[in-house]
């Protein structure tokens, strides 16, 4: 038998949390737009349920925000560090906010696509755990 995926890796690899094998979007480039979100109904490995409910996915805005905000973050940090920014004394902004807003938003418009599969990877997997199929594919089975 093959060992698991590690949770992490198979967050990242936007793997089925049941079996860890099954791919959770039917394309795998995330850069066609007309496909970017396009998920299996099911894992087509091992069955479990990946439409819980209707608007499921609403939820993983909230996860795909938290990502974003830590996209601005890195950003800010990585200008930061090469020198590109810096801070103006007493104001506590930016000395060039400019070159912040236009980094960030070309680095968030290059990573959408990724962040946005991200995130609905780990939402599905706060509600699916290893082993668990969900309801759909218990009764698929039966
Ligand atoms: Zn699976």
Same mark, same amino acid.
């Given at each position: 038998?093959?060992? *698991? *995926?590690p949770?992490? @890796?198979n967050i990242?690899?936007n793997?089925?949390?049941?079996?860890? +094998?099954?791919?959770?979007f039917?394309?795998r480039?995330?850069? @066609?737009?007309? $496909?970017?979100?396009t998920?299996?109904? =099911?894992c087509?490995?091992?069955?479990?349920d #990946? =439409?819980?409910?209707?608007?499921?996915y609403?939820g993983a805005?909230?996860?795909?925000y938290?990502? $974003?905000v =830590?996209?601005?973050?890195?950003?800010l @940090? &990585?200008l930061?560090?090469?020198?590109?920014?810096?801070? %103006?004394? #007493?104001t506590?902004f #930016?000395?060039?906010? +400019?070159? #912040?807003?236009t980094?960030g938003v070309v680095?968030l418009?290059?990573?959408?696509? @990724?962040?946005? /599969?991200?995130? /609905?990877? %780990?939402? %599905? !997997?706060m509600?699916?755990?290893?082993?668990? !199929?969900?309801?759909?594919? +218990? +009764?698929? /089975? &039966?």
């Open positions: 038998m093959k060992p *698991r *995926r949770l992490l @890796l990242l690899s793997r089925c949390p049941a079996c860890r +094998e099954g791919r959770l039917a394309v480039n995330p850069f @066609l737009p007309k $496909t970017m979100n998920m299996h109904v =099911a087509p490995n091992c069955g479990a #990946f =439409a819980r409910e209707p608007g499921f609403f805005a909230y996860v795909s938290a990502l $974003t =830590a996209l601005w973050v890195a950003v @940090l &990585a930061y560090t090469f020198g590109a920014v810096g801070w %103006i004394a #007493f506590g #930016f000395d060039q906010p +400019e070159m #912040f807003l980094c680095t418009v290059l990573m959408l696509p @990724l962040l946005q /599969r991200l995130s /609905r990877s %780990i939402w %599905i !997997h509600f699916l755990r290893h082993g668990d !199929h969900g309801s759909q594919s +218990e +009764e698929g /089975r &039966a």
